[in-house]
């Protein structure tokens, strides 16, 4: 029967050993935390026939440490159990020489710190891990970039490109599909690219809608191009939860490479974002940018245009362009679509510059009223003058459509200027429908009782399907561009137009192809008597006295 002392009551484990594995003592506790098996307690050691692999471990890095410091306080060592997982242990240990100064023996006190260590774990998890995706966090990405940066400087032969994925509109798609249903489109994002990308390389989240990749040990950009396109494409198939669905999930994405010349993780976040934005610009399939000085240029001017935008009391700089609308049968001019142009220290500023700024700044409220308002003298004046049989596109940003006072503005203009409201149609784009959804539909029923008609531009670039189309309230689709763009080139393309122009014509919409700058691609649009063509094969935007001078000479013709 051993014999008990008062330190086997002790929680800490304490052991004294030789260098030849030798217990000279050791408590319960110290047995028990080290996986010692058999009876032995403090003062007696039978019962013992083997140590276990924690304890050599153990006693390997304590004689490993006290060697040279002699002594170590508050030692914290990781070690694996023989009966599976973990433990940590805080130590106190010493060694003890013999007369001829060699090692006599170690002492060591230990003490069960696996607890402590595991919610620090779970803390610094919480701390640099996003809880929804399981991702990296923004934090923690800064780190990596900024061991990247140092490692480059070292290491010119490992290519660094850091990569931003964000989520187009999310915001909006959030509000009108829901919350539940916008964490698994993250959750959902989050997979697909971590999925694209190798072991190695950091993916994090890093914003509400974005996402950051930091891929190594690249030679050149094909290789970012090509994880690109995976993403994409993987993603570019309907997405489902909650009972509903979306028919593709699109990303702007920037991108720099290489990564030098870079001092901060900061400046590289910076222009990433630059990158980013310029990639919401583009309609480029890749939708994808590469980070370069110019940009930043632009950036710095697109600030100090937004100064002025927000500080502009007066809307005299602001005209109006007026591009025909065809038909391309005879030729005639069906109706112009208005497009605002901003003169602004003797250039002018492309609306593709200004109206993003305009919608950012809330400038875009005053600028809109003034386009309806313009739009609508004009109209009236052309008739007035010509007697001319002619109706107006007029494009309506989606902020200015869901504005409460929306349908008041465009009354006032309407009886200010007498003109016919069936003649005028409001170009909105699909985001307009992801916004506050009631408020847009009751704004727009407002404005239709009035007559004017909408017209959905820029379709086959947003989220929405044509099965989708027979809720909104419209009655004409506008082609975009970029289908006209790939026609001579790609059979897809065609094959595609032509099952939208068919089943946009059987579902009764009147249909505008924007974007023709050929006549082969003209020629290739089918039955042109059903459509109705804008581009510059036909007209530029002209000037309000060109649009004036081709209305004359329409009556002569
Ligand atoms: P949008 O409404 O899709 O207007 C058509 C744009 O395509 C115009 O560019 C027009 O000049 C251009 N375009 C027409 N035919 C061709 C062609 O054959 N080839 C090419 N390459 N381009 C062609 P613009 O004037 O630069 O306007 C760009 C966008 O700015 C418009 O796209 C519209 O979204 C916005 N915008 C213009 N005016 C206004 C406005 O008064 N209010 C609002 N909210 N947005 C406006
Ligand atoms: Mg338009
Ligand atoms: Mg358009």
Redesign the pocket.
Known sequence: MASYDILDNFTEGFCRWTPDWRLLKANAAFFRLTDIRGESSFSELHGIDKLSFTFYELGNAIARQVENLESINNFEIRLARETGGYCWFSVNARRVPDARGQTGYYDAYIRDITETKSKEAELSHQTFYDRLTGLANRELFVDRIRTALQTSKRRKDIGYAVLSFDLRHFKNINQHYGRGFGNMLLRHTAETIRACCREADAVARTGSDEFGVLLQGLEDGAQIVKIIKRVRSRLNAPFSAWEQSINSVRLDIGVIFPLTDYGKPESVLRDLDIAVGKAKGTRSKLGCKFFSRRQLEETRKHLSLSVVLQEKHNLEDFYLDY?PIVRPVDGGIHSF????RWKHEGAVV???IF?PIAEETGF?GRL?DF?IEESCRQMRYWQEKHAADIRLH????PY?LAMPTFPETVLAALSRTGVDASRLFF?VTESAFLRDFKKVLYNINAVRKQGIQFCL??FGTGYSSLSHLRHLPIKCLKID?SFINDLERDEKSRILLRHILSIGMDMGYSLVV????RQTQLNLLGDLDRLLI????FYR?LSVDSAGALLELQKKR
Do not use: K
Not at 337 to 340: A, P, S
Not at 394 to 397: A, G, K, L, R
Not at 534 to 537: L, P, R
């Open positions: 591009q679509e208005t497009l605002v492309p609306p593709s109206i875009i809109g386009v007029v494009n309506i940003s200015q170009e531009d820029d561009r924007e974007g023709v700058e804008q581009g510059y094969y935007p």
